[in-house]
């Protein structure tokens, strides 16, 4: 399996900035893409930004030219920086991989993995 453990998150104000991290561990693995989604309280999940292996990324409207999204894959972590930041950007943030884990048959299936979640608030 992978593991993945996020970082950066906590309160700021409006107008301010974070940086999320998110690394991933376990056995043997390969990550396709990786991401952030977030969840506010009575709110669906929703998908923040992606970035491929290849570098293409994608961002939701609402964040577009203030969040970038980066990937180290020599570390196998993404980042998630956060400029301009809004209240209505308080939320959970999760990091998820889509990756496949070498096993005694060889690559397993691709499968969607997802960190534990980190709280950003954004307020005065």
């Known amino acids: 399996q992978v593991q993945l453990v996020e970082s950066g998150g906590g309160l700021v104000q409006p107008g301010g900035s974070l940086r999320l991290s998110c690394a991933a561990s376990?056995?043997?693995?390969?990550?396709?893409?990786m991401g952030w989604y977030r969840q506010a309280p009575g709110k669906e999940r929703e998908v923040v930004a992606t970035?491929?292996?290849?570098?293409?990324?994608y961002y939701a409207d609402s964040v577009k030219g203030r969040f970038t999204i980066s990937r180290d894959n020599a570390k196998n972590t993404v980042y998630l920086q956060m400029n301009s930041l809004k209240p209505e950007d308080t939320a959970v943030y999760y990091c998820?991989?889509?990756?496949?884990?070498?096993?005694?048959?060889?690559?397993?299936?691709?499968?969607?993995?997802w960190g534990q979640g980190t709280q950003v608030t954004v307020s005065s």
């Open positions: 376990g056995r043997v693995f390969s990550i396709n893409v």
């Open positions: 998820n991989a889509n990756a496949r884990v070498m096993g005694p048959g060889g690559w397993g299936p691709p499968y969607n993995y």
């Open positions: 970035v491929t292996s290849g570098g293409s990324t």
